[in-house]
């Protein structure tokens, strides 16, 4: 069973940067691959970001592209996302997720309902 915990949430003002953590534990970390999403209040949960195990493949949001960038530490069991030039829009919470994809070093995944495990979510607040 693994266990993710997110952590770099907070508020900040637009334009300014945040970089969420999300350590894994309980599991063999290169076998997942990991996802971000967020939820915004009254909205979906929607894919943020997405990484292989590898480290060599990723796939961002539309709304994201040029702002955000994931990435992992596989020594750490940790997964990132940093986020630069954040827009109020970008206030949600947001979700670490892991898939097991087993050796597919290069998979990425996208759909939300594929993933494995999920952690609790922190909040990001950005002000205008």
């Known amino acids: 069973q693994v266990q993710l915990v997110e952590s770099g949430g907070g508020l900040v003002q637009a334009g300014d940067s945040l970089r969420l953590s999300c350590a894994a534990s309980?599991?063999?970390?290169?076998?997942?691959?990991m996802g971000w999403f967020r939820q915004a209040p009254g909205k979906d949960r929607d894919l943020v970001a997405a990484?292989?195990?590898?480290?060599?493949?990723?796939h961002y949001a539309d709304f994201v592209k040029g702002r955000f960038t994931i990435s992992r530490d596989n020594a750490k069991n940790t997964v990132y996302l940093q986020m630069n030039s954040l827009k109020p829009e970008d206030t949600a919470v947001y979700y670490c997720?892991?898939?097991?994809?087993?050796?597919?070093?290069?998979?990425?995944?996208?759909?939300?309902?594929?993933?494995?495990?999920w952690g609790q979510g922190t909040q990001v607040t950005v002000s205008s």
């Open positions: 990484i292989s195990w590898s480290g060599g493949n990723t």
């Open positions: 997720a892991a898939v097991v994809v087993g050796s597919i070093h290069t998979m990425v995944v996208m759909a939300e309902e594929l993933y494995d495990y």
């Open positions: 309980g599991g063999t970390f290169t076998s997942y691959a």
